[in-house]
């Protein structure tokens, strides 16, 4: 009876009703048909709600072999979108002829502080102002030493 529900929720190809189904078996404590399930239904359910389901009920290692077989299915995908995107990479840079000569004023001259945005720190009161500088303390009224900024 348990083998018709696994096959028709597979065939239903339902997500929901696969992860109701798994949820039934988790509860009634059948591993073995929690673990066919996930075989069964593989391409209809959700990593996370299996490693979730598996936790709670202390049962991961009937979820194990999916969720092995599950890193190894998103393990090559990213692999194979690696190689379509370096492949791609290569082709345009083979392509696109450069916009660049020696003689460029970009490449002679890189563009403003790098491109970078830069923070400036400029204390109110040093030394090349004319105002004297006190880097034992604060001003008055503030109660704590001051701390010189770095490199000074």
């Known amino acids: 009876m348990y083998k018709d529900a696994i096959e028709t929720a597979a065939e239903s190809k339902k997500q929901d009703i696969a992860e109701s189904l798994l949820d039934f078996f ?6 073995e048909c929690f673990s066919a399930c996930l075989f069964t239904c ?5 990593p996370d709600v299996v ?10 290692d009937f979820a194990f072999p999916y969720l092995i077989q599950v890193v ?3 393990t090559t995908k990213v692999d194979t979108l690696y190689k379509e995107l370096d492949k791609k ?3 345009d840079n083979k392509n696109e002829p450069s ?5 460029s004023p970009i490449v002679n001259h890189p563009p403003f502080m790098s491109g970078v945005p830069q923070i400036g720190y400029y204390p109110m009161n040093t030394p090349d102002m ?7 303390m604060n001003p008055p009224n503030m109660g ?9």
């Open 72 to 74: 190894r299915e998103y």
């Open 51 to 60: 490693l979730e389901l598996a936790w709670k009920k202390k049962i991961i």
């Open 89 to 91: 990479k290569n082709n």
């Open 130 to 136: 004319g105002v004297p500088v006190n880097y034992g």
């Open 99 to 103: 916009s660049f000569s020696a003689d």
């Open 26 to 31: 988790v509860n009634n404590e059948l591993k």
């Open 42 to 46: 593989y391409d209809i359910i959700k």
């Open 144 to 152: 704590m030493p001051y701390q010189p900024p770095f490199g000074m």
